[in-house]
């Protein structure tokens, strides 16, 4: 069978929107989406304005575009490593948490996690970049949410009665080592996160073996 001639236009389409979205979630994460414009990106990313402007037609498409592209490496770096090394239950929990850690402490991008940077910037700002936001971010605390479940259904957390409770605590914890490392530019609130998630996995009854690999 004749394979189908491949269409080169659009492969250097997709190279460009790629590298244009690159930049943008950086940008992003630092400007917020509302500082995307067509002529800052076109000058970080060497493309033309009307190149860009073809490539997302309005900026509102942009920003989903960046939503969708931010989800993508968040996957990549957090939730898919964890999945392929750890079997479920609170050893992935713990895993989860360290590649969080991880994702914020090493700069994947310049403002740190891109959904605690877009989430202040829209959370009291009604629309669909808002609800991709909101969604994205839902997947994240939903699969945390679960694979504590899991934890708790193996008796590795005996004393927890509530998961989504659970989640909650934890994310507030991993967002604010976030937050105030780029704010005092110090790695010393990693370092508290990492010792409030232990010490409150501790007093749910987690084997504490297990939970000393969160941060290692």
């Not at 994460?29 to 190149?51: E, F, M, N, P, Q």
């Not at 392929?84 to 310049?110: E, K, M, Q």
């Not at 259904?153 to 509530?162: I, K, N, Q, T």
């Amino acid at each position: 069978m004749a394979q189908a001639p491949v269409d080169r236009r659009r492969l250097r389409g997709d190279e460009s929107r790629r590298s244009v979205l690159a930049h943008a979630v950086d940008t992003a994460t630092v400007d917020g989406l509302d500082g995307l414009t067509i002529g800052r990106l076109a000058d970080a990313s060497g493309h033309s304005k009307s190149g860009i402007a073809t490539l997302f037609g309005s900026k509102e498409q942009l920003q989903l575009a960046v939503v969708a592209a931010a989800r993508e490496v968040f996957i990549d770096r957090v939730v898919a490593p964890a999945r392929a090394r750890t079997p479920r239950g609170l050893v992935r929990v713990c895993a989860l948490l360290s590649d969080w850690l991880a994702y914020s402490r090493d700069r994947v991008f310049s403002g740190g996690c891109f959904f605690a940077a877009t989430s202040v910037e829209f959370d009291a700002r009604p629309g669909i970049v808002r609800d991709a936001i909101v969604a994205a971010s839902g997947d994240w605390e939903d699969y945390l949410t679960v694979s504590i479940e899991h934890a708790m259904a193996a008796g590795e957390l005996p004393l927890l009665d509530d998961a989504r409770q659970l989640t909650f605590e934890m994310v507030s914890f991993l967002e604010a080592a976030n937050t105030r490392s780029l704010l005092y530019a110090s790695a010393e609130p990693y370092r508290r996160a990492e010792v409030a998630l232990r010490a409150r996995l501790t007093s749910l009854g987690a084997d504490p073996e297990l939970i000393a690999s969160i941060g290692a």
